[in-house]
């Protein structure tokens, strides 16, 4: 499967945004999905997960209450909401992929073996 990530862009604290990921290939439902983030120095980190149905999802503490993964089978997309941005949140966000149709959710970088090309969030204070 192919990912394509998008809506990256530079926000004030306290502001949202909305990435979106595009995914080409075999059918979208076979895939768990994840967004994850790196900043500048730090190792990437895990943010997000959904299940292939939608029916799980998974966050990191740090953006529990204010980000939300969701996914349209439909339109073999996987979003993320993200409202009320701090300066820490900023970093290159990724989506990711791993086969999954069994409904588990998990938050591991090795977990996930496709990954698109990164979008930049910017969250100035």
């Known amino acids: 499967v192919q990912l394509q990530a998008s809506g990256g862009g530079s926000v004030q604290a306290g502001g949202s945004l909305r990435l979106s990921c595009a995914a080409f290939?075999?059918?979208?439902?076979?895939?768990?999905m994840g967004w994850f983030r790196q900043a500048p120095g730090k190792e990437r980190e895990f943010v997000a997960a959904?299940?292939?149905?939608?029916?799980?999802?998974l966050y990191t503490d740090s953006v529990k209450g204010r980000f939300t993964i969701s996914r349209d089978n439909t339109k073999n997309t996987v979003s993320l909401q993200m409202n009320s941005l701090k300066p820490e949140d900023t970093g290159v966000y990724y989506c990711?992929?791993?086969?999954?149709?069994?409904?588990?959710?998990?938050?591991?970088?090795?977990?996930?073996?496709?990954w698109g090309k990164g979008t930049l969030v910017t969250v100035s204070s």
């Open positions: 990711a992929a791993r086969f999954s149709t069994s409904g588990t959710v998990v938050g591991g970088v090795s977990d996930y073996r496709w």
């Open positions: 959904i299940s292939w149905s939608g029916g799980t999802t």
């Open positions: 290939g075999r059918p979208f439902s076979d895939y768990a």
